[in-house]
């Protein structure tokens, strides 16, 4: 099959799986004669473990470890492999999750200050507006 189609069948576009050959993630597949990539079923199981690892938040060079384990490795291997990459990605989540909770509770209390504003009241309840803004408000 052709590249259009090893995209359609992996859920990938074209261009990404271009990049992901160019960047070692993936093997190029041989070339026909007519110089077309010619892709297996084999390099569309590849593609597609690639895609969901991304999904999972793995970087790039993560995902051509574990692409390269599964092609490679035992069961085992790929166990091990996908366990340690796969905790740093929880490591990671947790550390997103809490930054947007944080983020969250921001807003949240900005959002609370401006419903309570009066009509021609400059300052937000409960918030303090920083120097630079006090600063730049006097020399108006």
């Known amino acids: 099959m052709q590249i259009g189609e090893a995209a359609q069948a992996s859920g990938l576009s074209a261009d990404t799986i271009r990049f992901y050959e160019?960047?070692?993630?993936?093997p190029a597949p041989a070339r026909a004669s007519s110089g077309y990539r010619s892709y297996r079923a084999e390099h569309v199981r590849r593609?597609?473990?690639a895609r969901s690892l991304r999904d999972l938040g793995l970087a790039l060079d993560e995902v051509g470890e574990i692409v390269a384990v599964a092609h490679d490795?035992?069961?085992g291997d790929l166990r091990v492999a996908l366990r340690s990459r796969l905790g740093g990605?929880?490591?990671?989540?947790?550390?997103?999750?809490?930054?947007l909770e944080e983020t969250r509770?921001?807003?949240?209390?900005?959002?609370?200050g401006l419903s309570r504003m009066r009509a021609g009241e400059e300052d937000v309840p409960g918030l303090t507006a920083c120097n630079c803004v006090t600063?730049?408000?006097a020399t108006d």
């Not at 160019?22 to 993936?26: A, I, K």
């Not at 990605?89 to 930054?99: F, G, P, Q, S, Y």
């Not at 509770?105 to 609370?112: D, K, L, N, Q």
Request: proline share 0%; aromatic share 0%.
């Open 135 to 137: 600063i730049m408000a």
């Open 47 to 49: 593609l597609r473990l």
């Open 89 to 99: 990605a929880l490591e990671t989540i947790d550390t997103r999750i809490a930054e």
């Open 73 to 75: 490795g035992t069961c």
């Open 105 to 112: 509770r921001e807003v949240s209390r900005i959002t609370r």
């Open 22 to 26: 160019s960047e070692g993630v993936l």
